[in-house]
């Protein structure tokens, strides 16, 4: 004789319900340590250097300097940058952000071992150029 399925509804054993998402018990994982470069036994050093002359800021007369905050990770990509601090108008601060943004490092270390680093930047620029007058 078959069950009908009320019988086997009632024959089951009752199941909790989920009220939200069980994770499967691993523990968290650490989030990335950045050391700043006093801290360090071998600073990064860039692959390439930085293109700051960018097209749209040539015909721009100004002089001042943008810090950048660059966080490298332990393989030397650049994984933020951050301007910390400018007298530029912003455009000079979109290239220099561009222009690391897209730098590889060889990576800092401590103690031999690559680390990730926040490295901070200095960028200057000096135009000589007389405006029109």
Same mark, same amino acid.
């Given at each position: 004789?078959a069950?009908s ?10 199941r909790?319900a989920l ?5 499967i018990?691993?523990?968290p ?5 950045y050391?700043t470069t006093?801290q360090? =036994?071998?600073? &990064?050093?860039?692959?390439?250097? @930085?293109?700051?002359? +960018?097209? $749209?800021?040539?015909p721009?007369?100004a002089?001042?300097t ?13 994984i ?5 601090k =400018?007298?530029? &108008?912003?455009?000079?601060s979109? @290239?220099?952000?561009? +222009?690391f $943004?897209?730098l590889?490092f060889v990576p800092?270390e401590l103690?031999?071992?690559?680390v990730g ?8 620029y000096?135009?000589g150029?007389r405006?029109?007058?």
């Amino acid at each position: 004789m078959a069950d009908s399925s009320a019988e086997r509804m009632a024959n089951e054993q009752p199941r909790p319900a989920l009220d939200h998402a069980v994770g499967i018990g691993l523990f968290p994982i650490p989030a990335p340590t950045y050391y700043t470069t006093d801290q360090l =036994t071998k600073r &990064p050093q860039p692959i390439a250097a @930085a293109e700051l002359d +960018a097209p $749209e800021i040539r015909p721009i007369i100004a002089s001042g300097t943008i810090i950048l905050k660059l966080w490298i990770s332990e393989l030397g990509d650049v994984i933020s940058v951050d301007v910390e601090k =400018t007298d530029l &108008p912003e455009i000079f601060s979109r @290239a220099a952000v561009a +222009a690391f $943004e897209h730098l590889h490092f060889v990576p800092g270390e401590l103690n031999g071992q690559r680390v990730g680093t926040m490295m901070r930047i200095e960028i200057t620029y000096d135009d000589g150029r007389r405006p029109p007058p």
